[in-house]
């Protein structure tokens, strides 16, 4: 291989880590924006970034003193805890409080520690120990949501329906009873792959027709052909997303899997309440490890909004009539301190 070509692939690896870098930066960004304003990103914030000159993408200086300040971090928990007093957190005490939920940061470059003096450096902006503290936060809302137990119940209530309830049962697929999850991942992809296995049993009972078999999703990336999403949300949401609208073959191609990921964006945008699909459909195709937190964050909100305080166009499956109890104060969504 040539000094020049050698030069060429070094270059399009360099794009590549780069790409992936300012798409991990995106999507984490955007969701402590929706987090911080209730679930809708101001229009105005909907890029982070403004292009400088070709390939120079810079922080909206906005949105750089939001995160040097810690106010964007303090709006975030403020809001999934509804609770005021958090919006006067520092550095240091959301550290503590991280602490205390067992939730690890993760070091920077050479096991450099995070620490809020990094954090709140405003020039230059340690982007990294950001995306990491970003990172922690997200991992405390997906544990506070994707309680292993509780997402227990809820496939178990798919496993143990039965058409005296006015539901589907659980006889021809022969449903096994399902083993407890270790963790917020493994609640995740079990109430994926439990639901898919719902939705063929539905489909089978109500049309008498017998879907292919959903990919039996082991880990994220797994959900790279998307329709094992598509039959989640189908499942909760068949008029917003009805099944035959999904792709389902042995072999799926490229653009099989992108006409399923378009369907689950095109759902998210349009029917649910919050900003909530905020990874490009292009990394959801190939999900990067770096995508991890992001992508169960994303699952985490489908489980709120589809379980735990479930909008209007909702079906719980398993269920035969489901009544949503409203609150005093209707206005205000439910804290995760109460799932």
Request: charged share 20%; net charge negative.
């Amino acid at each position: 291989m040539s000094v020049h070509s050698t030069l060429i692939r070094l270059s399009a690896i360099v794009q590549h880590l780069s790409e992936l870098v300012r798409a991990k930066e995106r999507s984490t960004l955007l969701w402590l924006l929706a987090k911080a304003h209730k679930g809708r990103i101001p229009a105005d914030l909907r890029s982070p970034h403004y292009k400088e000159s070709e390939n120079q993408y810079r922080l909206k200086p906005d949105i750089v003193d939001l995160l040097c300040s810690c106010k964007m971090y303090c709006m975030v928990l403020r809001n999934l805890y509804e609770d005021p007093a958090y919006f006067e957190l520092s550095f240091a005490q959301i550290f503590s409080m991280l602490e205390r939920k067992g939730i690890e940061m993760k070091p920077l470059k050479d096991g450099i520690k995070v620490t809020p003096i990094i954090l709140e450096e405003c020039s230059p902006l340690n982007m990294s120990a950001h995306l990491n503290f970003s990172d922690a936060l997200m991992e405390l809302f997906i544990r506070e949501v994707l309680i292993p137990s509780k997402v227990f119940q809820v496939v178990q209530r798919f496993t143990h329906s039965t058409n005296n309830s006015g539901t589907f049962s659980a006889s021809t697929l022969s449903l096994t009873e399902p083993s407890p999850p270790a963790d917020a991942e493994d609640a995740a992809i079990l109430w994926i792959n439990r639901s898919a296995q719902a939705l063929r049993e539905k489909v089978h009972t109500e049309h008498k027709v017998m879907l292919p078999k959903v990919v039996h999703v082991q880990d994220l990336s797994d959900l790279c052909d998307g329709s094992a999403l598509a039959s989640l949300i189908s499942l909760y949401c068949p008029q917003q997303l009805p099944v035959q609208d999904i792709t389902f073959t042995p072999s799926m191609t490229l653009s099989d899997s992108l006409a399923n990921q378009h369907l689950v964006k095109d759902f998210c945008e349009r029917h649910l309440p919050q900003d909530v699909h905020l990874v490009c459909l292009e990394d959801m195709l190939f999900l990067h490890a770096s995508m991890r937190t992001n992508v169960l964050a994303f699952l985490a909100d489908l489980m709120y909004l589809f379980e735990i305080r479930p909008f209007k166009a909702v079906q719980v499956p398993g269920i035969a009539q489901y009544i949503v109890v409203k609150r005093e104060s209707p206005n205000r969504d439910m804290p995760v301190t109460e799932l």
